[in-house]
């Protein structure tokens, strides 16, 4: 199982960067994928996910109405639309695969599948 992040740059604030991740194997294999992100000395956080089928999304509310995750099962991608961005959004974007999600689909731990990560730095 192998996840591939890209998409990240350096963009001015108010700008946008699309974040694709890309999934070998059966996607249908999949509950949830998932997007966080690591700040420069911060914990890793997560910022959205959504189920397979696309049905079940979640955001959190620090990119809600400015994120939007969505995928495209043919092609074996997820994407993240980063619209609006500040400054305060700059990290390393990973995106995350889970089987099941027996808790929080907040929680990182819920995904065992991770990317190598993608830069985002949004310069104010």
């Known amino acids: 199982v192998q996840l591939q992040a890209s998409g990240g740059g350096l963009v001015q604030a108010g700008g946008s960067l699309r974040l694709s991740c890309a999934f070998s194997g059966d996607i249908f294999a999949y509950r949830a994928m998932g997007w966080f992100r690591q700040a420069p000395g911060k914990e890793r956080e997560f910022v959205a996910a959504?189920?397979?089928?696309?049905?079940?999304?979640y955001y959190a509310d620090s990119v809600k109405g400015r994120f939007t995750i969505s995928g495209d099962n043919a092609k074996n991608t997820r994407y993240l639309q980063m619209n609006s961005l500040k400054p305060e959004d700059t990290a390393v974007y990973y995106c995350?695969?889970?089987?099941?999600?027996?808790?929080?689909?907040?929680?990182?731990?819920?995904?065992?599948?991770w990317g190598q990560g993608t830069q985002g730095t949004v310069s104010s």
């Open positions: 995350a695969a889970a089987t099941i999600i027996a808790g929080s689909w907040y929680d990182s731990n819920e995904y065992e599948y």
């Open positions: 959504i189920s397979w089928k696309g049905g079940t999304i």
